[in-house]
Nanobody, 129 residues
Framework: EVQLVESGGGSVQTGGALSLSCAAS????????VIWFRQAPGKGREGIAH???????DYAHSVKGRFTISQDNAKNTVYLQMNSLKPEDTGMYYC???????????????????????WGRGTQVTVSS
């Protein structure tokens, strides 16, 4: 059974930085797309960054240039470095995974959460002004 566990959330002030981790276990394949979704209070889940098994990365416009997604295959861990944080970045951050060599969309903002079979429980990020 694939399990994903997020960590690294917290509270920061505007302009601060946080680094999230998504540790995976139980992978049955060598190829996965891992995506970070976030969900602000009262809103749906928004895909913000994804990385494919061949290390292709894509970002939503809202985070491009501020966030960086990366992975350590030896540790089965995907990271999300978040810099220049803004209050609108506040929300619950989830990592999710789908099997396959490529991510299902070239823009994570257009990714349907239903495309991803494996989910973590989320980690809260709060950015205060």
């Amino acid at each position: 059974e694939v399990q994903l566990v997020e960590s690294g959330g917290g509270s920061v002030q505007t302009g601060g930085a946080l680094s999230l981790s998504c540790a995976a276990s139980g992978y049955t394949s060598n190829t996965y797309c891992v995506i970070w979704f976030r969900q602000a209070p009262g809103k749906g889940r928004e895909g913000i960054a994804h990385i494919s098994s061949i290390n292709r990365t894509d970002y939503a416009h809202s985070v491009k240039g501020r966030f960086t997604i990366s992975q350590d295959n030896a540790k089965n861990t995907v990271y999300l470095q978040m810099n220049s944080l803004k209050p609108e970045d506040t929300g619950m951050y989830y990592c999710a995974a789908a099997s396959g060599a490529y991510c299902p969309s070239t823009n994570p903002a257009f990714s349907n959460p239903e495309w991803f079979h494996y989910w973590g429980r989320g980690t809260q990020v709060t950015v205060s002004s």
